[in-house]
């Protein structure tokens, strides 16, 4: 089964608009974390927000919000009024047995967001 | 952020020459680096974990043999691709992750180009 899915290939949003970018993830383990990375046509993985799997609080990082559902194991990326610099490849990732050294990161297959004037 | 620099960002090679790439943490001590390898389009697939101090664990199908990584400090992670090629094309991206952090923060990544 999948440890990270992105169901959304592709997605456009009006320039100034808010847009939802899915993830759902399977684990079964009681801690855990959630990542979300930015991949610009450049290549570099820039680190968005984490929210750790007892945090209560939805994790916020200026127009950045994730919008977890522990019951529905979701970890939607919420971005607010979008910028024409957003339009890049997003993907969301886990890492499960948090304080256990040596766990990788699964990675989800990424969503092309693309920001339209 | 945590700031990690990779070296060199594009790299092009004959057929059967060998590649160092070059990983290094910035401002901080990174105890464990992580080697991925991404195709276009597609997402990151982890090639290793790097300990330093220790060897690497490779994952399943990842030769080890090919792809030599050395951890020699708390701040820096070789890949070496040796014997390279055409099929070894690809954009090798590092990570690095301090003791006890959750977080990866990643490098720019390397173009590699074989021949």
């Known amino acids: 089964a999948q440890k990270i899915t992105q169901t959304q290939p592709g997605m456009f949003v009006q320039e100034k608009e808010a847009v939802t970018l899915d993830c759902t993830y399977d684990t079964s383990d009681q801690s855990y974390g959630l990542f979300w990375y930015k991949q610009p046509s450049s290549g570099e993985m820039i680190f968005l927000i984490y929210q750790g799997s007892y945090d209560e609080q939805n994790a916020t990082e200026g127009r950045y919000s994730l919008n977890f559902q522990k019951a529905r194991k979701s970890a939607n990326l919420v971005i607010s009024a979008s910028q024409l610099g957003d339009s890049a490849m997003y993907f969301c990732?886990?890492?499960?047995?948090?304080?256990?050294?040596?766990?990788?990161?699964?990675f989800g297959t990424g969503t092309s967001l693309t920001v339209i004037p | 952020g945590a700031v990690v620099s990779q070296h060199p960002s594009r790299v092009i090679c004959k057929s059967g020459t060998s590649v160092k790439i070059e990983c290094r943490s910035l401002?901080?001590?990174?105890?464990?680096m992580f080697w991925y390898r991404q195709f276009p389009k597609q997402s990151l697939m982890l090639m290793a974990t790097s300990n330093e101090g220790s060897k690497a664990t490779y994952e399943q199908g990842v030769e080890k043999d090919k792809f030599l990584i050395n951890h020699a400090s708390l701040t820096l992670s070789t890949l070496t691709v040796t014997s390279a090629h055409p099929e070894d094309s690809s954009f090798y991206i590092c990570?690095?992750?301090?003791?006890?952090?959750?977080?990866?923060?990643f490098g720019p990544g390397t173009r590699l180009l074989v021949l």
């Open positions: 401002d901080f001590q990174a105890t464990t």
């Open positions: 990732a886990m890492r499960e047995g948090l304080r256990r050294e040596g766990n990788q990161f699964y």
């Open positions: 990570s690095a992750r301090r003791q006890g952090a959750e977080t990866q923060y």
